[in-house]
């Protein structure tokens, strides 16, 4: 996971990253609690 924050007008602003064993990003995380997922279709590898 990385997480990134930064300081605005609002006051602090994080953002949190996850990530799959091969580095895909599946999650992010901002301040409000929101999540956005993403998952990868390998298709025919």
Do not use: A, C, H, W
């Amino acid at each position: 996971m990385k997480t990134i924050q930064k300081s605005g007008p609002d006051g602090e602003i994080t953002t949190s990253f996850e990530y799959d064993g091969i580095q895909r990003l599946v999650r992010v995380t901002d301040t409000e609690g929101n999540v956005t997922t993403s998952t990868y279709d390998m298709g025919e590898m």
